[in-house]
T-cell receptor, first 112, second 115 residues
């Protein structure tokens, strides 16, 4: 079955440190790939998505992700964490349908 | 004003009660979705609708029903609520740009507790 794995349900970084949130998908056919963010007491909003073209995708708030087909990965990075980045991050995929399959989420904590 | 609204935002109910969660959108999108979020499980799709006459079951539809009253309104009902339906429920919408590539826009969520 097609699935999405997010390694690490919790990630903690210091303010100014690199943020790396991992996402891998399991299918032989590359999906469309998404990262959504959920701030406390809010709904999800799109950070970035890969559908076609350049494999390095830039999103909002300084985040970016790179699609690596050989590694079936779509890891999310940000060079320098800010306190306002504290949130839960969800990786999601779709396969030529409009149904998203979500990972289980990674909660990012940022310490001063 | 928010593009996707959900009412109520919080609800506590008792086992066996019927409850309806409502979603409205002003984005003009045809496609609407209901998800539930449980800690450690991410979001799971309950029902989705691609237009007013098209309603489909998602991954976990048992115990739920939906109604698409208009393009802008999509309601989720629990006919007889049970404690394991305690969760955070999200409505989302999307527009048809390309199959599978559409961004979904989420409401703020309804926190439901079934005692």
């Amino acid at each position: 079955a097609q699935s999405v794995t997010q390694l690490g349900s919790h990630v903690s970084v210091s303010e100014g440190a690199l943020v790396l949130l991992r996402c891998n998908y399991s299918s032989s056919v590359p999906p469309y790939l998404f990262w959504y963010v959920q701030y406390p007491n809010q709904g999800l909003q799109l950070l970035l998505k890969y559908t076609t073209g350049a494999t390095l995708v830039k999103g909002i708030n300084g985040f970016e992700a790179e699609f690596k087909k050989s590694e079936t990965s779509f890891h999310l990075t940000k060079p320098s964490a800010h306190m306002s980045d504290a949130a839960e991050y969800f990786c999601a995929v779709s396969y030529n349908t409009d149904k998203l399959i979500f990972g289980t989420g990674t909660r990012l904590q940022v310490f001063p | 004003d928010a593009d996707v609204t959900q009412t109520p935002r919080n609800r506590i109910t008792k086992t066996g009660k019927r409850i309806m969660l409502e979603c409205s959108q002003t984005k003009g999108h045809d496609r609407m979705y209901w998800y539930r979020q449980d800690p450690g499980l991410g979001l799971r799709l309950i029902y989705y609708s691609f237009d007013v006459k098209d309603i489909n079951k998602g991954e976990i539809s048992d115990g739920y029903s939906v109604s698409r009253q208009a393009q802008a309104k999509f309601s989720l009902s629990l006919e007889s609520a049970i404690p394991n339906q305690t969760a955070l429920y999200f409505c989302a919408t999307s527009d048809l740009i390309g199959t599978g590539t559409d961004t979904q826009y989420f409401g703020p969520g309804t926190r439901l507790t079934v005692l």
